[in-house]
Nanobody, 115 residues
Framework: QVRVVESGGGLVQAGGSLRLSCAAS????????MSWYRQAPGKQRDLVAS???????YYADSVKGRFIISRGNAKNTVYLQMDSLKPEDTAHYYC?????????WGQGTQVTVSS
């Protein structure tokens, strides 16, 4: 059984910062990629950032220069540092772990940015 747990969401004013954390545990091996997605009400789930290996990263254009994805020291952990937050960043944020054959998802954490 695989468990993916996110934390760190909350309510913040525009211009503020939040740091999301994600940990994948259980029978999950050889995690190649870990990613953050987000989904706002009535919209599709979009990729925000991903990390392959230790340092190869991808960012959606909408978050470049504001968000940083990084690996944690513990195995299969990942962080998303979010700075200069905007109201349009408001969404439910999900962590996904890819082990080469399947994605494993967490329940997500809510991020709300007030104007």
């Amino acid at each position: 059984q695989v468990r993916v747990v996110e934390s760190g969401g909350g309510l913040v004013q525009a211009g503020g910062s939040l740091r999301l954390s994600c940990a994948a545990s259980g029978s999950i091996f050889n995690v190649d990629d870990m990613s953050w997605y987000r989904q706002a009400p009535g919209k599709q789930r979009d990729l925000v950032a991903s990390i392959h290996g230790e340092s190869s990263t991808y960012y959606a254009d909408s978050v470049k220069g504001r968000f940083i994805i990084s690996r944690g020291n513990a195995k299969n952990t990942v962080y998303l540092q979010m700075d200069s937050l905007k109201p349009e960043d408001t969404a439910h944020y999900y962590c996904a772990a890819w082990n080469g054959s399947a994605y494993y998802w967490g329940q997500g954490t809510q991020v709300t940015v007030s104007s």
